[in-house]
C-alpha cells in the first residue's frame, strides 16, 4: 500500500529542488490557482484527480480540483477562471465581502463540502 505521508516528503522535496523554475518565482503576478507544476502521484481519487501534487511555494494543492491554491488570499494580485467539477458544487448564503480573489470569504456549503474562499466554491472532502 502506498504510504501517502513518504510520498508527500518526497514530493516536497522534489518540489524545494524546484523552486528556481516554479511559476511564482518568475511571475510577479500571485494568481489564486494555478496548475502544479511537478510531480504528483499517479493514484486517481474519487473527483478523477491526483491525490497530492508539488506546488511553487505559497501554494498547496487541492486534490477536489487538481489545481494549487493560493495559501495567503491577501497576497492575491490576480483571479483565476471559474472551477468547475464533480467535487465542486456552488455554495449557498455567502458573507457580502469580496475577497482579492473575487469571492466572499464565508459560505455555507452541502454536507460533505467546504467552502475555499480562494476558489469561490464547495469543494468535495476527501
Same mark, same amino acid.
Given at each position: 500500500? $502506498?504510504n ?5 516528503t518526497i514530493?516536497t $522535496? ?6 528556481g ?11 489564486? $490557482? ?13 473527483? /478523477? ?34 472551477v ?17 480573489? /473575487? ?8 454536507? /460533505? ?6 476558489? /469561490?466554491?464547495?469543494?468535495?472532502? $476527501?
Amino acid at each position: 500500500m $502506498l504510504n501517502l505521508n513518504k510520498v508527500l516528503t518526497i514530493l516536497t $522535496l522534489a518540489g524545494a529542488l524546484n523552486i528556481g523554475l516554479s511559476q511564482t518565482a518568475v511571475a510577479e503576478e500571485m494568481a489564486c $490557482l494555478i496548475a502544479p507544476d511537478g510531480i504528483c502521484t499517479m493514484d486517481i481519487n474519487a473527483c /478523477g484527480n491526483a491525490s497530492i501534487c508539488t506546488c511553487p511555494k505559497g501554494y498547496s494543492y487541492n486534490a477536489a480540483i487538481a489545481q494549487c491554491v493560493i495559501d495567503d488570499i491577501a497576497s492575491a494580485t490576480k483571479t483565476s477562471e471559474a472551477v468547475e467539477g464533480s467535487c465542486v458544487t456552488a455554495p449557498g448564503a455567502c458573507t457580502r465581502d469580496i475577497n482579492p480573489c /473575487g469571492h466572499p470569504s464565508s459560505c455555507t456549503c452541502s454536507k /460533505g463540502f467546504a467552502y475555499n474562499p480562494a476558489v /469561490g466554491k464547495c469543494l468535495k472532502d $476527501l
